[in-house]
């Protein structure tokens, strides 16, 4: 080494930083040469069928393993999981895969598992009101029905009280909005009458503003009331498999529920036997402004 080479050496260790980065990205790179001791799909040292292997530094044949097997470089994962070296001694690295490794499905078979958190909302419809509580428009009225309940052929002109029994003072409190007044927002609760085929709800009226004039109609919005555990989550596992899915569900009684996908998990390959009781093979999971809504936890590996 000539002495302008060797000076400017030294003056190079004398800067600690760059001479210390210099010998941690050598030894760095030292390390990955020896990177498949550590991850490998092959075996550093195999004994089979009473012969020594090296399948990490050489190259051995699947025959070599395997009666009838091919010439080709043999897939050792894969043999060791279909029993090959079954009682015999392999020393395999801390991480068995490599970047080119395939997964075989059977590999996968025990993580292949959708887990649906499903939330059931209660259902909800739309009413406008005349004066005496007439309905004069209901939107979504008949997903408010019981169960084994038949919707009346004509709402429209009827009144409240022909299918829930009005509260005591409720006339009255809506009173200030028939009369164009500023309110609150108010909230009933309504209870079926004997024979009514609709179910308990809660009727809410928004907060209005001072109107001159007064008001022809109110709109109200009627939501189920749902009682017990009908509104607690429930968690169901689905394996995959066909068929598709079609339409909304209507066998949960009282309770509609709708579940979103997973993007990687089409609903359509779960199979009929995996969907829960009363439910049909060919239902629609899909969300809809009056059904239920839900989010899904996926475990995949």
Not at 2 to 18: C, S
Not at 63 to 82: C, K, N, P, R, T
Not at 213 to 230: K, V
Request: aromatic share 10%; net charge positive; with cysteine.
């Amino acid at each position: 080494m000539d002495p302008i080479t060797r000076k400017r050496f030294r003056r190079f260790r004398q800067l600690k930083r760059g001479w210390w980065s210099l010998v941690v990205l050598v030894l760095l790179y030292l390390a990955t040469l020896g990177a498949e001791l550590f991850c490998n799909s092959r075996p550093l040292v195999l004994r089979h069928g009473g012969r020594w292997f090296f399948p990490a530094f050489f190259f051995y044949p699947e025959s070599s393993f395997v009666e009838g097997g091919s010439h080709q470089l043999a897939d050792y994962l894969s043999l060791d999981w279909h029993g090959a070296f079954d009682g015999d001694l392999a020393l395999w690295p801390i991480f068995r895969n490599d970047p080119y490794r395939i997964v075989p499905k059977e590999e996968l078979q025990e993580h292949l598992r959708e887990l649906v958190r499903v939330s059931i909302e209660p259902r909800v419809a739309s009413l406008t009101l005349s004066p005496g509580l007439v309905i004069s428009k209901a939107t979504s009225l008949e997903t408010l029905l019981a169960e084994g309940g038949k919707m009346p052929e004509e709402t429209r002109g009827r009144t409240l009280e022909d299918f829930w029994t009005i509260p005591e003072g409720m006339e009255e409190a809506l009173l200030p909005r028939w009369e164009g007044n500023a309110d609150e927002s108010r909230s009933f609760r309504l209870v079926p009458k004997e024979g009514s085929p609709f179910l308990e709800v809660n009727l809410s009226f928004a907060a209005t503003n001072a109107r001159s004039n007064g008001r022809r109609t109110l709109r109200a919005r009627a939501l189920e009331i749902q009682h017990g555990n009908a509104g607690k989550p429930e968690k169901w596992t689905f394996r995959p498999g066909p068929p598709s899915i079609r339409r909304t569900p209507r066998g949960l009684g009282s309770t509609r529920p709708s579940v979103t996908a997973d993007p990687t998990t089409s609903p359509s390959r779960w199979r009929a036997s995996d969907i829960p009781s009363g439910l049909s093979p060919d239902t629609s999971w899909g969300s809809t402004a009056r059904g239920a809504t839900s989010s899904q936890e996926s475990s995949t590996a």
